[in-house]
């Protein structure tokens, strides 16, 4: 939460990625997109319809240690009150946020060119 306001457009959306489709938030690592300069396109409503389409994601932004938190990656014996993760690594914030538009969801990381099956999240 940002300065204690609660509305959706004051806060931080803390993402969980893994890397393979199915897996959960606890063998995932956390994004987050940061309310400063996000754009209005960059909404939970996309980002669940994402999730729910089963969509592979590139996201680009910074590499942030955020030693607040602990590595919480068994769900046997989760830590309440810290978010589910392999690492405490984060892209945070976001800078990039891209869908794969593909049929086969197998879009190549190393283009985001017109041809490569990348559309950003504003556009999609």
């Known amino acids: 939460m940002n300065c204690r306001f609660t509305q959706t457009a004051n806060n931080d959306f803390h993402i969980s990625i893994a890397e393979n489709a199915?897996?959960?938030?606890?063998?995932?690592?956390?994004?987050?997109?940061?309310?400063?300069?996000?754009?209005?396109?960059?909404?939970?409503?996309?980002?669940k319809g994402i999730r729910q389409q089963g969509k592979r994601v590139l996201v680009v932004g910074a590499l942030f240690y955020d030693n607040?938190?602990?590595v919480n990656n068994d769900p046997n014996h989760p830590i309440g009150g810290q978010p589910k993760r392999v690492?405490?690594?984060?892209?945070?914030?976001?800078t990039k946020f891209f869908v794969c538009t593909k049929a086969s969801n197998n879009?190549?990381?190393?283009?985001?060119?017109?041809?490569?099956g990348w559309k950003s999240?504003?556009?999609?």
């Open 107 to 116: 879009c190549s990381v190393s283009s985001t060119g017109a041809s490569s």
């Open 87 to 94: 690492s405490l690594w984060e892209v945070h914030p976001i």
């Open 22 to 47: 199915g897996e959960d938030e606890f063998k995932g690592i956390v994004v987050e997109m940061i309310p400063q300069g996000r754009s209005a396109d960059w909404t939970l409503a996309k980002l």
């Open 68 to 70: 607040i938190h602990m």
């Open 121 to 124: 999240l504003e556009d999609f």
